[in-house]
């Protein structure tokens, strides 16, 4: 299987948005009510939105394997020089081969040509996709963040930072 890193690019805005509505659904399963889950999805992870957010260039990078998507990446340096992780997700059937490893480090790579000396990620608790994929990454839990959605559900979101 080979896997070819690349630029994120509008004509992939459906399959990512496949790959992302899934996996968010995944790590929020019985969590959140399908209300919100709608909702989120439909503000988060259309078609429409990803090329939009390609364009100004929240999603970086896509994994591509046999010309389909397989995974996606994105966020930004920001203004003080973080490298701030937006979105990670690999489509279920390749997960657990080291694509999202591949992933991150272009991103991380990048950011790093950028200036960025430090790294953070957002997680929901409980993610137990996410948050070994990160420890292993050396990312340390840095504060928990409680919250509560627009359908008055209460979270915890885990926020977690590594020197790069």
């Known amino acids: 299987m080979e896997v070819k890193i690349e630029k994120a690019a509008t004509e992939h805005a459906k399959e990512i948005a496949a790959i992302c509505s899934s996996g968010w659904r995944q790590t929020v399963a019985g969590k959140f009510s399908q209300d919100y889950q709608d909702k989120n999805v439909t ?8 090329k939009q957010d390609i364009e100004i260039g929240s999603y970086t990078h896509t994994a591509i394997i ?18 701030r992780l937006f979105v990670l997700y690999v489509d279920e059937k390749y997960r657990y081969q080291g694509i999202g490893k591949q992933l991150l480090e272009i991103f991380t790579k990048e950011h790093k040509e950028q200036g960025a000396t430090e ?11 996410g948050i070994p994929f990160y420890e292993a990454r050396g990312f340390m839990l840095r504060e928990k963040r409680n919250g509560m959605t627009d359908t008055g559900e209460a979270f915890v979101n885990l926020q ?4 790069i």
């Open 43 to 50: 503000k988060w992870y259309t078609p429409e939105r990803i």
């Open 66 to 83: 046999d010309s389909k998507v397989a995974g996606v990446i994105g966020g930004k340096v920001m203004d003080s020089g973080v490298s």
């Open 119 to 129: 790294q953070w990620v957002s997680v929901q608790d409980d993610n137990q996709r």
């Open 160 to 163: 977690y930072s590594r020197s």
